[in-house]
Protein backbone atom coordinates (compact mmCIF):
# COMPACT_ATOMS: atom_id res chain seq x y z
CA UNK A 1 0.00 0.00 0.00
CA UNK A 2 1.84 2.71 -1.44
CA UNK A 3 -0.15 5.42 0.99
CA UNK A 4 1.56 3.83 4.09
CA UNK A 5 4.86 5.09 3.30
CA UNK A 6 3.43 8.22 2.68
CA UNK A 7 1.82 8.40 6.40
CA UNK A 8 4.88 7.59 7.92
CA UNK A 9 6.75 10.56 6.55
CA UNK A 10 3.58 13.46 6.32
CA UNK A 11 0.48 14.43 8.81
CA UNK A 12 -2.54 12.14 8.19
CA UNK A 13 -5.92 13.28 8.15
CA UNK A 14 -9.13 11.52 8.71
CA UNK A 15 -11.98 13.48 7.33
CA UNK A 16 -15.19 10.45 8.45
CA UNK A 17 -17.05 11.40 11.34
CA UNK A 18 -16.07 10.95 14.38
CA UNK A 19 -17.97 8.31 15.91
CA UNK A 20 -16.38 6.27 12.44
CA UNK A 21 -12.44 7.55 13.71
CA UNK A 22 -13.41 6.16 16.97
CA UNK A 23 -14.22 3.24 16.13
CA UNK A 24 -11.12 2.71 13.71
CA UNK A 25 -8.52 4.76 12.06
CA UNK A 26 -4.75 4.61 10.62
CA UNK A 27 -2.77 4.97 14.07
CA UNK A 28 -0.82 8.25 12.64
CA UNK A 29 -4.45 9.89 11.37
CA UNK A 30 -6.11 13.07 12.92
CA UNK A 31 -9.82 13.56 12.91
CA UNK A 32 -11.13 16.42 10.92
CA UNK A 33 -14.65 15.34 10.29
CA UNK A 34 -16.03 16.91 7.37
CA UNK A 35 -19.35 16.36 8.72
CA UNK A 36 -20.57 15.35 12.53
CA UNK A 37 -22.79 12.42 13.29
CA UNK A 38 -25.53 13.63 13.15
CA UNK A 39 -24.93 15.34 9.79
CA UNK A 40 -23.53 12.47 8.31
CA UNK A 41 -26.61 10.09 9.15
CA UNK A 42 -28.86 13.04 7.83
CA UNK A 43 -26.99 13.78 4.29
CA UNK A 44 -27.99 9.60 4.29
CA UNK A 45 -31.23 9.68 4.53
CA UNK A 46 -31.76 12.54 2.14
CA UNK A 47 -29.63 10.85 -0.64
CA UNK A 48 -31.79 7.96 -0.09
CA UNK A 49 -34.62 9.50 0.26
CA UNK A 50 -34.56 12.73 -2.90
CA UNK A 51 -31.29 11.21 -4.78
CA UNK A 52 -27.46 12.73 -5.23
CA UNK A 53 -28.09 16.17 -5.97
CA UNK A 54 -30.53 17.20 -2.97
CA UNK A 55 -28.17 15.07 -0.55
CA UNK A 56 -24.98 17.21 -2.05
CA UNK A 57 -26.44 20.63 -2.17
CA UNK A 58 -27.33 20.05 1.86
CA UNK A 59 -23.82 19.15 2.32
CA UNK A 60 -22.21 22.41 1.12
CA UNK A 61 -24.94 24.43 2.70
CA UNK A 62 -23.75 23.11 6.09
CA UNK A 63 -19.67 22.55 5.52
CA UNK A 64 -19.37 26.06 3.55
CA UNK A 65 -19.53 27.75 6.37
CA UNK A 66 -16.40 25.60 8.05
CA UNK A 67 -14.02 25.93 5.18
CA UNK A 68 -11.81 28.68 7.26
CA UNK A 69 -12.13 25.96 10.37
CA UNK A 70 -11.01 23.13 8.27
CA UNK A 71 -8.02 25.05 6.81
CA UNK A 72 -7.03 26.43 10.27
CA UNK A 73 -6.67 22.87 11.85
CA UNK A 74 -4.88 21.80 8.72
CA UNK A 75 -2.29 23.97 9.31
CA UNK A 76 -2.05 23.29 13.31
CA UNK A 77 -1.98 19.88 12.31
CA UNK A 78 0.38 20.13 9.69
CA UNK A 79 2.74 22.04 12.27
CA UNK A 80 4.91 23.62 9.24
CA UNK A 81 4.60 20.51 7.07
CA UNK A 82 3.34 21.45 3.36
CA UNK A 83 2.69 17.62 2.52
CA UNK A 84 -0.79 16.43 4.15
CA UNK A 85 -2.34 13.07 3.29
CA UNK A 86 -6.18 11.99 3.41
CA UNK A 87 -8.76 9.66 3.52
CA UNK A 88 -12.48 9.17 3.97
CA UNK A 89 -14.11 5.50 4.29
CA UNK A 90 -14.16 4.47 0.40
CA UNK A 91 -11.82 6.93 -0.96
CA UNK A 92 -15.37 9.29 -2.41
CA UNK A 93 -16.22 12.50 -2.27
CA UNK A 94 -15.44 13.38 1.77
CA UNK A 95 -12.01 13.28 1.07
CA UNK A 96 -11.63 14.58 -2.21
CA UNK A 97 -13.41 17.54 -1.38
CA UNK A 98 -11.03 18.56 2.03
CA UNK A 99 -7.85 17.19 -0.25
CA UNK A 100 -9.14 20.25 -2.99
CA UNK A 101 -9.40 22.66 -0.16
CA UNK A 102 -6.00 21.69 1.55
CA UNK A 103 -4.30 22.39 -2.09
CA UNK A 104 -6.32 25.80 -2.49
CA UNK A 105 -5.02 26.66 0.79
CA UNK A 106 -1.04 25.61 -0.61
CA UNK A 107 -1.43 21.53 0.91
CA UNK A 108 0.36 19.07 -1.21
CA UNK A 109 -2.72 16.05 -0.10
CA UNK A 110 -2.41 12.70 -1.42
CA UNK A 111 -5.51 10.78 -0.42
CA UNK A 112 -6.14 6.82 -0.07
CA UNK A 113 -7.27 5.21 -3.02
CA UNK A 114 -10.72 3.13 -1.68
CA UNK A 115 -10.27 4.72 1.74
CA UNK A 116 -10.05 3.25 5.00
CA UNK A 117 -12.17 0.28 3.69
CA UNK A 118 -8.65 -0.63 2.02
CA UNK A 119 -6.71 -0.17 5.03
CA UNK A 120 -8.61 -3.14 6.91
CA UNK A 121 -8.09 -5.09 4.21
CA UNK A 122 -4.67 -4.68 4.21
CA UNK A 123 -4.48 -4.97 7.79
CA UNK A 124 -6.41 -8.66 7.79
CA UNK A 125 -3.48 -9.78 4.95
CA UNK A 126 -0.95 -8.95 7.29
CA UNK A 127 -2.23 -11.27 9.61
CA UNK A 128 -2.31 -13.74 7.55
CA UNK A 129 1.02 -13.25 5.95
CA UNK A 130 3.26 -16.08 6.50
CA UNK A 131 5.94 -14.71 9.38
CA UNK A 132 9.45 -16.05 11.04
CA UNK A 133 8.20 -15.40 14.55
CA UNK A 134 10.10 -16.22 18.07
CA UNK A 135 7.97 -16.21 21.17
CA UNK A 136 9.75 -14.63 24.21
CA UNK A 137 8.14 -16.65 26.81
CA UNK A 138 8.55 -16.83 30.59
CA UNK A 139 6.63 -16.77 33.89
CA UNK A 140 4.99 -13.97 35.46
CA UNK A 141 7.41 -11.10 36.62
CA UNK A 142 10.08 -12.16 33.79
CA UNK A 143 9.95 -8.74 32.26
CA UNK A 144 9.19 -9.94 29.20
CA UNK A 145 8.03 -6.54 27.79
CA UNK A 146 11.27 -4.71 29.38
CA UNK A 147 12.91 -6.83 27.40
CA UNK A 148 11.57 -6.90 24.23
CA UNK A 149 11.32 -3.00 23.87
CA UNK A 150 15.30 -3.15 24.89
CA UNK A 151 15.65 -5.98 21.58
CA UNK A 152 13.55 -3.15 19.90
CA UNK A 153 15.24 0.30 20.70
CA UNK A 154 18.60 -0.46 21.76
CA UNK A 155 19.61 -3.47 19.31
CA UNK A 156 17.41 -3.08 16.14
CA UNK A 157 15.49 -6.14 16.95
CA UNK A 158 12.20 -6.93 15.07
CA UNK A 159 9.63 -6.80 17.84
CA UNK A 160 5.66 -7.07 17.63
CA UNK A 161 4.19 -5.24 20.71
CA UNK A 162 0.87 -6.69 21.39
CA UNK A 163 1.16 -4.96 24.61
CA UNK A 164 1.54 -1.56 23.56
CA UNK A 165 -0.96 -1.62 20.97
CA UNK A 166 -3.86 -3.45 23.86
CA UNK A 167 -3.09 -0.63 26.10
CA UNK A 168 -2.65 -3.79 28.59
CA UNK A 169 -0.21 -6.05 30.31
CA UNK A 170 -2.34 -9.10 30.26
CA UNK A 171 -3.12 -9.84 33.59
CA UNK A 172 -6.23 -8.80 35.64
CA UNK A 173 -3.93 -6.16 36.70
CA UNK A 174 -2.92 -5.55 33.62
CA UNK A 175 -4.93 -2.29 32.67
CA UNK A 176 -3.27 -0.24 36.00
CA UNK A 177 -1.69 2.68 34.70
CA UNK A 178 -2.69 2.37 30.68
CA UNK A 179 -4.97 4.26 29.07
CA UNK A 180 -8.22 2.80 27.94
CA UNK A 181 -8.41 -0.08 26.10
CA UNK A 182 -9.03 0.43 22.01
CA UNK A 183 -11.55 -0.95 20.03
CA UNK A 184 -11.29 -4.30 18.27
CA UNK A 185 -11.27 -2.77 15.17
CA UNK A 186 -8.00 -0.45 16.41
CA UNK A 187 -6.17 -2.94 18.16
CA UNK A 188 -5.95 -4.95 14.80
CA UNK A 189 -5.21 -1.53 13.19
CA UNK A 190 -2.17 -0.89 15.66
CA UNK A 191 -0.88 -4.91 14.81
CA UNK A 192 -0.78 -4.14 11.25
CA UNK A 193 0.74 -0.50 11.43
CA UNK A 194 3.64 -2.68 13.55
CA UNK A 195 3.64 -4.95 11.23
CA UNK A 196 3.93 -4.13 7.62
CA UNK A 197 7.31 -2.72 7.72
CA UNK A 198 8.90 -5.30 9.61
CA UNK A 199 11.47 -7.18 7.71
CA UNK A 200 11.60 -10.52 6.59
CA UNK A 201 13.94 -12.40 9.68
CA UNK A 202 12.70 -13.24 13.05
CA UNK A 203 10.35 -10.98 14.73
CA UNK A 204 10.10 -11.12 18.68
CA UNK A 205 6.62 -11.23 20.41
CA UNK A 206 5.19 -11.55 23.67
CA UNK A 207 3.63 -14.71 24.75
CA UNK A 208 0.22 -13.87 25.42
CA UNK A 209 -3.24 -15.60 25.73
CA UNK A 210 -5.66 -15.16 23.17
CA UNK A 211 -7.21 -12.09 24.82
CA UNK A 212 -5.47 -9.24 25.72
CA UNK A 213 -8.40 -7.55 28.47
CA UNK A 214 -10.38 -6.98 26.16
CA UNK A 215 -8.69 -7.33 22.92
CA UNK A 216 -7.99 -10.34 21.14
CA UNK A 217 -5.04 -11.27 19.06
CA UNK A 218 -6.91 -12.10 15.41
CA UNK A 219 -6.92 -16.01 14.75
CA UNK A 220 -4.37 -16.07 11.58
CA UNK A 221 -1.65 -14.61 14.16
CA UNK A 222 -2.19 -16.26 16.94
CA UNK A 223 -2.35 -19.33 15.26
CA UNK A 224 1.29 -17.85 13.95
CA UNK A 225 2.44 -17.86 17.77
CA UNK A 226 1.30 -20.91 18.32
CA UNK A 227 3.34 -22.74 15.42
CA UNK A 228 6.34 -20.30 16.32
CA UNK A 229 9.47 -21.30 18.86
CA UNK A 230 9.46 -20.42 22.11
CA UNK A 231 12.21 -18.89 24.38
CA UNK A 232 11.55 -19.89 27.38
CA UNK A 233 12.83 -17.08 30.63
CA UNK A 234 14.69 -18.98 33.89
CA UNK A 235 13.93 -16.58 36.32
CA UNK A 236 14.24 -17.18 39.94
CA UNK A 237 10.92 -17.02 41.78
CA UNK A 238 12.10 -14.55 44.28
CA UNK A 239 13.19 -12.31 41.52
CA UNK A 240 10.05 -12.32 39.87
CA UNK A 241 7.78 -11.94 43.23
CA UNK A 242 10.41 -8.63 43.73
CA UNK A 243 9.93 -7.35 39.90
CA UNK A 244 6.04 -7.70 40.45
CA UNK A 245 6.09 -5.98 43.71
CA UNK A 246 8.36 -3.35 42.39
CA UNK A 247 6.04 -2.77 38.74
CA UNK A 248 2.46 -2.76 40.57
CA UNK A 249 3.38 -1.71 44.62
CA UNK A 250 3.19 1.85 43.23
CA UNK A 251 -1.14 1.54 42.91
CA UNK A 252 -3.46 2.06 45.87
CA UNK A 253 -5.03 -0.75 47.40
CA UNK A 254 -8.10 -0.43 46.55
CA UNK A 255 -7.08 -1.05 42.79
CA UNK A 256 -4.93 -3.84 43.74
CA UNK A 257 -7.93 -4.91 45.79
CA UNK A 258 -10.34 -4.47 42.62
CA UNK A 259 -8.20 -6.22 40.59
CA UNK A 260 -7.89 -9.54 42.82
CA UNK A 261 -11.62 -9.27 43.14
CA UNK A 262 -11.41 -10.15 39.59
CA UNK A 263 -9.64 -13.68 40.80
CA UNK A 264 -11.82 -14.63 43.43
CA UNK A 265 -13.62 -17.72 42.72
CA UNK A 266 -10.34 -18.77 40.42
CA UNK A 267 -8.18 -18.84 43.41
CA UNK A 268 -10.47 -20.60 46.14
CA UNK A 269 -11.73 -18.59 49.90
CA UNK A 270 -8.34 -19.70 51.50
CA UNK A 271 -5.79 -18.50 49.16
CA UNK A 272 -8.06 -15.38 48.09
CA UNK A 273 -8.36 -14.74 52.54
CA UNK A 274 -4.61 -14.95 52.73
CA UNK A 275 -3.92 -12.76 49.74
CA UNK A 276 -6.35 -9.82 50.98
CA UNK A 277 -4.84 -10.29 54.25
CA UNK A 278 -1.61 -9.62 53.33
CA UNK A 279 -2.58 -6.69 50.70
CA UNK A 280 -4.46 -4.94 53.61
CA UNK A 281 -1.37 -5.49 56.32
CA UNK A 282 0.95 -3.83 53.36
CA UNK A 283 2.85 -7.09 52.80
CA UNK A 284 2.88 -7.31 49.17
CA UNK A 285 5.64 -10.02 48.80
CA UNK A 286 3.77 -12.31 50.22
CA UNK A 287 0.39 -11.81 48.51
CA UNK A 288 2.42 -11.77 45.37
CA UNK A 289 3.91 -15.07 46.49
CA UNK A 290 0.52 -16.87 46.94
CA UNK A 291 -0.59 -15.34 43.48
CA UNK A 292 1.57 -16.91 41.30
CA UNK A 293 1.11 -20.31 42.62
CA UNK A 294 -2.08 -19.59 40.66
CA UNK A 295 -0.19 -17.63 37.70
CA UNK A 296 2.31 -20.25 37.21
CA UNK A 297 0.14 -23.43 37.22
CA UNK A 298 -1.92 -21.14 34.69
CA UNK A 299 1.05 -20.52 32.61
CA UNK A 300 2.44 -23.81 32.57
CA UNK A 301 -0.89 -25.35 31.06
CA UNK A 302 -1.09 -22.68 28.38
CA UNK A 303 2.79 -23.31 27.70
CA UNK A 304 1.88 -27.40 27.59
CA UNK A 305 -1.31 -26.81 25.13
CA UNK A 306 -0.15 -23.82 22.79
CA UNK A 307 3.46 -24.73 21.83
CA UNK A 308 5.43 -27.41 20.77
CA UNK A 309 9.22 -25.92 20.59
CA UNK A 310 10.15 -24.56 23.65
CA UNK A 311 13.58 -23.70 24.10
CA UNK A 312 14.83 -22.81 28.11
CA UNK A 313 17.06 -19.63 28.24
CA UNK A 314 18.92 -19.15 31.80
CA UNK A 315 20.25 -15.66 31.97
CA UNK A 316 23.21 -15.20 33.72
CA UNK A 317 22.39 -12.35 34.94
CA UNK A 318 18.54 -11.01 35.86
CA UNK A 319 18.16 -7.55 34.69
CA UNK A 320 16.40 -6.56 31.52
CA UNK A 321 19.57 -5.20 29.97
CA UNK A 322 21.50 -8.07 30.93
CA UNK A 323 18.40 -10.59 29.26
CA UNK A 324 18.25 -8.71 26.11
CA UNK A 325 22.53 -8.71 25.28
CA UNK A 326 22.14 -12.34 26.05
CA UNK A 327 19.23 -13.10 23.97
CA UNK A 328 21.25 -11.20 21.05
CA UNK A 329 24.64 -12.83 21.21
CA UNK A 330 22.73 -16.39 21.71
CA UNK A 331 20.36 -15.64 18.69
CA UNK A 332 22.74 -17.71 16.58
CA UNK A 333 22.60 -20.64 17.98
CA UNK A 334 19.09 -20.40 18.71
CA UNK A 335 18.37 -19.83 14.88
CA UNK A 336 20.75 -22.92 14.37
CA UNK A 337 18.56 -25.20 17.01
CA UNK A 338 15.23 -24.14 15.35
CA UNK A 339 16.59 -24.87 11.87
CA UNK A 340 17.66 -28.62 12.96
CA UNK A 341 14.58 -28.73 14.71
CA UNK A 342 12.50 -28.04 11.69
CA UNK A 343 14.95 -30.40 9.10
CA UNK A 344 14.37 -33.10 12.07
CA UNK A 345 10.71 -32.83 11.99
Sequence with gaps: MSFLPLAQQYPVIDVRTPAEYRRGHIPAAHNVPLFSDEERALIGTLYAQHGP???????LELVGPRFKDFIDAAEQIAAGASTLCVYCWRGGM?????AFLFELAGFTTYTL????????NFVLQQFATPRRFVVLGGYTGSLKTQILRLLRDHYGQPVLDLEAAAHH??????HLGEP???TQQQFENELGWQLWPLPDQRCWIEDESRWIGQCIIPKPLWEQMRSAPVVLLQIPREIRIQNI????GQHSTTELRAAIERLQKRLGPNRYRDILQFLECGDLEAAVDILLDYYDRTYQYALEH??????????SAFTPEAIAQELVEWHKVLEHEWQTHQLSD
Design 180 to 182: AQP
Design 113 to 120: QRGYKAYR
Design 306 to 315: NHSQVFPFTP
Design 169 to 174: KGSVFG
Design 94 to 98: RSRSL
Design 53 to 59: DVALKRG
Design 245 to 248: VQHY
